[in-house]
């Protein structure tokens, strides 16, 4: 099959690589002109664990190409897919400019039957907006289908290549035949293929995501009342995790949820839901509680320096808003270090992979480490906020070593209670007894 997917961003990439991958020809359209030349020649743009062999073996193949312009890009197509971004507009809807501006110049564009496919996440209603966009230019036949992506970074391939479910909505026979065929390699290990009307498809994207950040939010809150009550969040989450109706994935508790999707969808399905007078009390509970728990740590750290930050120069691994990527769209790491500098301290941080997003984004109110350990070097504390696998086994001594003081925060759980408690360390963490030294 022909596929044109517009937007090569994560989505895009993604996407655009594994239907490649399944044996169809795949043109991806961006306007960003640097990042289509760099991945025409070869350069992979976003970090994603094993995307970049499936991404070169296509390349190599000819079944991935990369174009700037949209004209040649859906010529041949049978199915054009918008990847585009969706951010949140100045009242937190989101913002369809560039879905429906692309939609529009296909409608000049398009030359007979298509199917045209919002991969984006967008609100209710968008499949007619966008059908209504195309047809303002073109009288011809063609459908418009939503079908939501529900990848996560860091495991995108295998998400991807191995859904639990894939989600389309349409009211079209041919369009569903379309997509049935596209998506039958899925489907033949054994994942299904959900048809269902538009609206409910694309509802099924925010209620998916806002549902999970409220279990993740429900966690935090309780991890919070574990920290006054005496108990440990782990236990709980253990206890709570195996009972099946409640499942042990997303419970675990931390500094707030992050990335470029949980913040802004739970926002928008708050926004949708005003536009129809409906007041969606749990979800704006959800993004309230969530903007505390990035400073989670603030005052345990303020409390262990009595009150006083000013001059503590401190230690932070991890700033990517999860392990696996190099994404730092809303990281609470970068909200602790604009609360630690804005309390007059100083930071040097080390991510594996996100150190350059930073760089470009924050510049110089921090210092960046070479290694996990360098950024320990005459450092008050050290803090975590992105649980890496390489920093859940680190070597104790060096990090005793590198501190002035051993002294840690921990914003991810991610060392064993009694053995810091055996190593002498002064250990706080999110929902757990601190270990006072
Ligand atoms: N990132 C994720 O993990 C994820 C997962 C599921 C769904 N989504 C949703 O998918 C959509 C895309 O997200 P993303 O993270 O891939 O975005 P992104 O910002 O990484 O990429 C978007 C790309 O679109 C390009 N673009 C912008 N305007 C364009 C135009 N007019 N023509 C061609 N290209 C254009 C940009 O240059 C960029 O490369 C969003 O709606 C998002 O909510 C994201
Ligand atoms: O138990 C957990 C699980 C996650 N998180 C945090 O939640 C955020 C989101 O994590 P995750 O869902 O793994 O990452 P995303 O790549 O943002 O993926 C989400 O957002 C995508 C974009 O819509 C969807 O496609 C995915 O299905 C959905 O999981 C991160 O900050 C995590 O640290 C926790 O705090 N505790």
């Given at each position: 099959m022909k596929i044109t997917v517009v937007g090569t961003g994560y989505v895009g990439l993604v996407s655009g690589t594994c239907f490649a991958e399944t044996g169809n020809k795949v043109t991806c359209v961006d306007i960003d002109e640097k990042k289509v030349q760099k991945l025409a020649n070869g350069t992979i743009t976003i970090y994603e664990p094993g995307l970049e062999k499936l991404f070169q073996r296509n390349l190599k193949e000819e079944r991935l190409i990369f174009t700037t312009d949209l004209a040649e890009g859906i010529k041949e197509a049978d199915i054009i897919f918008l990847a585009l971004p969706t951010p949140p507009g100045e009242d937190g809807s989101a913002d369809l400019k560039y879905v429906l501006g692309v939609a529009e110049q296909i409608g000049k564009l398009l030359v007979g039957y298509k199917v045209i496919v919002n991969k984006s996440t967008v609100p209710v209603g968008t499949a007619q907006k966008v059908h209504n966009a195309i047809r303002k230019n073109y009288n011809g036949e063609f459908d418009v289908v939503s079908n939501p992506e529900f990848l996560r970074e860091g495991v995108a391939v295998d998400d991807f290549m191995k859904p639990d479910r894939v989600v389309v909505g349409t009211s079209s026979e041919r369009a569903k035949k379309l997509m049935s065929e596209l998506y039958a390699p899925y489907v033949r290990q054994g994942n299904p293929v959900i048809f269902m009307d538009e609206p409910s498809a694309e509802l099924t994207k925010y209620a998916a995501n806002s549902f999970l950040a409220t279990k993740i939010t429900f966690m935090n809150e309780i991890a919070r009342l574990c920290e006054l009550l005496g108990a440990d969040v782990d236990m709980v989450r253990k206890g709570i995790g195996t009972d099946e109706r409640i499942g042990k994935r997303f419970l675990f508790p931390g500094i707030g949820y992050g990335g470029s999707c949980f913040p802004k969808d739970v926002q928008a399905l708050v926004r949708s839901s005003h536009e129809v007078d409906y007041d969606f009390k749990i979800l704006e509970s959800v993004m309230q509680v969530n903007e505390d728990q990035k400073l989670h740590l603030l005052p345990k750290i303020k409390k262990y320096f009595n009150g006083n930050l000013v001059g503590k120069h401190f230690a932070l691994w991890g700033l990517a808003?999860?392990?696996?990527?190099?994404d730092i769209r809303e990281a609470p790491a970068l909200y602790i270090i604009k609360a630690l500098v804005g309390e007059g301290a100083t930071v040097t941080a080390y991510d594996p992979e996100a150190m350059p997003n930073v760089k470009a984004q924050v510049n110089d109110i921090i210092n960046y480490a070479e290694t996990q350990y360098d950024a320990l070097k005459e450092a008050d504390a050290l803090i975590i906020a992105t649980e890496w696998n390489e920093f859940r086994t680190p070597e104790f001594e060096k990090i005793a070593a590198g501190l002035k003081s051993k002294v840690i925060f921990d914003g991810?759980?991610?060392?064993d209670l009694q053995h810091m408690e055996s190593l002498g360390f002064h250990y706080e963490s999110v929902g757990r007894k601190p270990i006072t030294k």
């Open positions: 808003f999860k392990p696996n990527t190099d991810r759980n991610v060392f």
